[in-house]
C-alpha cells in the first residue's frame, strides 16, 4: 500500500503542514475543494464536448466559463504565491482523459527537465520552483484503476535523468515498482505538484473513464506556452486577480515592477485594454 499525503485543513489558509509535504514529497492533496453538484456539471459539459472524438488531451478554457473561473481556487492561489513567488503567472490549461487517443502510459518531468525550468531551490526559509501544476480530479482513481502517479521527493534526486528515462530505462515502462505511488483521488480532489517531479499516467485498468482537469502556473519570468494561446482570455477575466494571471512574462525586479504589473495603466498603455 502506497502512502497517501494529504491536506487535512479544509481552509484556504496554506499551513505548515501544506509546505512541508509539498516540499518534502513534491505533492500536496486537498480533499472535496470542488463541490460534487460543480464536478457533475463540469462533466456534463465534457460529456457534450468530447464524448465522441475521445481525445486524450483536450482544450478546456473555451467549452465554458466554468473551466476560466477554476484558474483562481484561493488555497492554489495562495500556495502558489509562496512557491512561485508574489509576481506568478497562468500559463496553460488542459483536460486528460483515459482511455483517450494520444495519450498513453508515461511518466516525464523532473529535476532539470524541459530546458532547466523544472527547477526547485531552497534558501533559508523560502522555496521557489520552476512550475506548479494543479489538478483537479473528476473521477474516482486509486492503485488499483490505475490513473496519475508519481515518484514521491523525484523533485529533490541527484539523478540527472529524465522522468521519460526513468519510465523507459528504470523501470522498464512499469508502474508496479515500490518507487512509484498512485495516489487514491475522489472527484473534486486538488492535487498540486511540482514539475520538478516525475510523474505522469499510469495503465488504467477500468472500462470506465478516467477524467482530470489540469491547470499550469509558473513564475512571473518564465512562459512554457506562446503568450497568445492565453492572452485571448482576457476578455473573460471578471476581477483584478484573474487579469494579472493572465499577464505576460516579465521580471519584476523591484517591488514597484510588481505594482506596475498589476495596474490598469500599465495595461491600457501597453495593450490597449
Wanted: a neutral charge.
Amino acid at each position: 500500500m502506497q502512502p497517501q499525503y494529504t491536506k487535512m485543513s479544509k481552509s484556504d489558509q496554506v499551513t505548515d503542514q501544506d509546505i512541508y509535504t509539498l516540499d518534502s514529497v513534491g505533492v500536496v492533496i486537498a480533499r472535496q475543494v470542488i463541490p460534487t453538484q460543480d464536478i457533475a456539471r463540469i462533466n456534463q459539459l465534457l460529456d457534450s464536448y468530447i464524448l465522441e472524438k475521445r481525445p486524450g488531451k483536450f482544450p478546456i478554457m473555451d467549452i465554458d466559463n466554468t473551466f476560466f473561473d477554476l484558474m483562481t481556487i484561493p488555497w492554489v492561489m495562495n500556495l502558489c504565491k509562496k512557491m512561485l513567488g508574489p509576481g506568478f503567472r497562468f500559463d496553460h490549461s488542459f483536460g486528460l482523459q483515459q482511455p483517450g487517443q494520444g495519450e498513453g502510459p508515461n511518466l516525464h518531468g523532473g529535476p532539470l527537465s524541459s530546458q532547466g525550468c523544472n527547477y526547485y531551490v531552497s534558501h533559508s526559509d523560502m522555496t521557489r520552483c520552476g512550475r506548479l501544476s494543479v489538478g483537479i480530479s473528476l473521477t474516482h482513481q486509486s492503485e488499483k484503476t490505475g490513473g496519475f502517479a508519481y515518484i514521491p521527493g523525484s523533485h529533490k534526486s541527484s539523478f540527472g535523468i529524465s522522468g521519460i528515462d526513468v519510465f523507459k530505462t528504470l523501470l522498464n515502462h512499469s508502474f508496479e515498482h515500490d518507487c512509484v505511488c498512485i495516489p487514491t483521488l475522489e472527484p473534486g480532489d486538488v492535487c498540486v505538484f511540482t514539475d520538478g517531479l516525475v510523474h505522469g499516467t499510469s495503465y488504467w485498468k477500468l472500462g470506465t473513464i478516467r477524467r482530470s482537469l489540469y491547470y499550469m502556473y509558473s513564475p512571473g519570468f518564465i512562459a512554457w506556452r506562446p503568450y497568445h494561446e492565453i492572452e485571448k482570455y482576457l476578455k473573460l477575466a471578471k476581477n483584478q486577480l484573474q487579469i494579472d494571471l493572465l499577464r505576460p512574462p516579465f521580471v519584476a525586479e523591484f517591488q514597484e515592477d510588481l505594482l506596475q504589473i498589476a495596474s490598469s495603466k500599465w495595461r491600457k498603455d501597453n495593450y490597449g485594454l
